[in-house]
């Protein structure tokens, strides 16, 4: 029997790049669309290295109704979609509201009109625990009220988990939206992993990258709140058990085992992490001193957000399995390797 064919839009980014990986060692065809604004071509080269096979890919923007019509019309034979490709700078969206609305709307709904004109039934949507805002009670379940956005990224994720809800309804089309908490590290090869245009705006990459000498020093947003250093804390997760549940998603979909027409899970590892719980587990793997400041919050920022992982964990069968310390030195290990890259 012919491998089943996945769609894996925004393949050749962070998150995607690692599930494409996933998806080929479990045996899935795999046709990348992407239309490299925040990734690079070489992305391919690096992910064939791993898994041995050149993905299939497709240059263009999704958001593009003809274009992505026309690349419906020539592929006909997908089986399932993962829907990465989007905008995802919180401040940016602050400057570019109308941007992020255009582009990460048009490209889902692009999509979901492909999927209905060629029945094809099944989609992982990439969501956000940007969703919850400061949640009321942690750990956050999927139950959890949805707060109002507090930019125009994280609008555009629970405006698009709205979408699914009504299309999944009315249309013979399942969906699965991964909401993700803080996805960090890279692959075990440091053939890929994250690679932020300019100044990063998250923790980790700022922190590789000022211990590399690229940045001077890390601001640490903050150390007035609530917790138990006074730093924020989050749910960091590595990017390889976010990828391997991605493969767990679509094979729950195409085993037709979905109990609803849109399923949403929390990808968190349930352990809440601070800053200075980063910068220490950073140090204590890679050796480094980093040099860093308190300086103060940054507007937007929730106080503290971790997951609770229960309906993940038993309805996918799916837990974390890499700790903080492994997250930071795979993220470690990958800025390394980018210095002798060539670029
Ligand atoms: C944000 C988004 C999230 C998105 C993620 C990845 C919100 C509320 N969160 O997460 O939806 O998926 O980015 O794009 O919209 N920090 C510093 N110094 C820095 C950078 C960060 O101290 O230079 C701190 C932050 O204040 C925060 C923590 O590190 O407490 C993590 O920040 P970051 O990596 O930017 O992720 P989030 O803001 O949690």
């Given at each position: 029997m012919a491998n089943k064919k996945i769609l894996v839009t925004g393949g050749t980014g962070f998150i995607g790049s690692h599930t494409v990986v996933e998806l080929q060692q479990n045996g899935y065809d795999v046709i990348i669309v992407d239309n490299l604004s925040n990734s690079s071509i070489d992305v391919l080269d690096y992910i064939a290295k791993i898994s041995g096979i050149m993905p299939a890919f497709e240059q263009f923007d999704l958001a593009d109704g003809k274009l992505t019509a026309g690349f419906f019309n020539r592929n006909?034979?997908?089986?399932g979609i993962i829907h990465f490709a989007a905008f995802k700078a919180v401040g940016e969206s602050m400057a570019k509201p109308l941007d992020y609305y255009r582009n990460n709307l048009q490209s889902l709904i692009n999509l979901l009109e492909g999927m209905k004109t060629h029945a094809i039934s099944n989609m992982v949507f990439s969501s956000s625990c940007t969703v919850y805002g400061q949640p009321d009670e942690l750990p956050v379940t999927e139950k959890a009220p949805i707060k109002p956005a507090w930019s125009p990224y994280g609008n555009t994720k629970q405006m698009c988990e709205e979408i699914l809800r009504f299309v999944t309804h009315s249309h013979p089309v399942h969906a699965i939206a991964l909401r993700y908490f803080n996805p960090i590290g890279a692959h075990d090869s440091a053939l890929i992993g994250e690679l932020p245009l300019g100044v990063p705006n998250n923790l980790v990459p700022f922190i590789t990258q000022t211990a590399i000498g690229k940045r001077e020093c890390l601001s640490v947003f903050g150390n007035d709140y609530n917790t138990s250093d006074g730093t924020a804390v989050r749910d960091y997760i590595h990017v390889v058990d976010i990828a391997k549940a991605h493969v767990i998603a679509v094979e729950r979909m195409l085993g037709g085992r979905s109990k609803s027409e849109l399923e949403i899970f929390n990808l968190g590892t349930g352990t809440g992490y601070s800053v200075l719980d980063v910068i220490n587990s950073f140090e204590r793997v890679s050796g480094e001193k980093l040099n860093y400041k308190i300086v103060p919050r940054r507007p937007g920022d929730v106080e503290m957000v971790w997951a609770d992982t229960r309906f993940a964990n038993d309805e996918l069968g799916w837990k974390a399995e890499k700790s903080l310390d492994e997250m930071m030195s795979s993220a470690w290990k990958w800025e390394k390797a980018l210095v002798t890259r060539p670029v």
């Open positions: 006909n034979n997908i089986d």
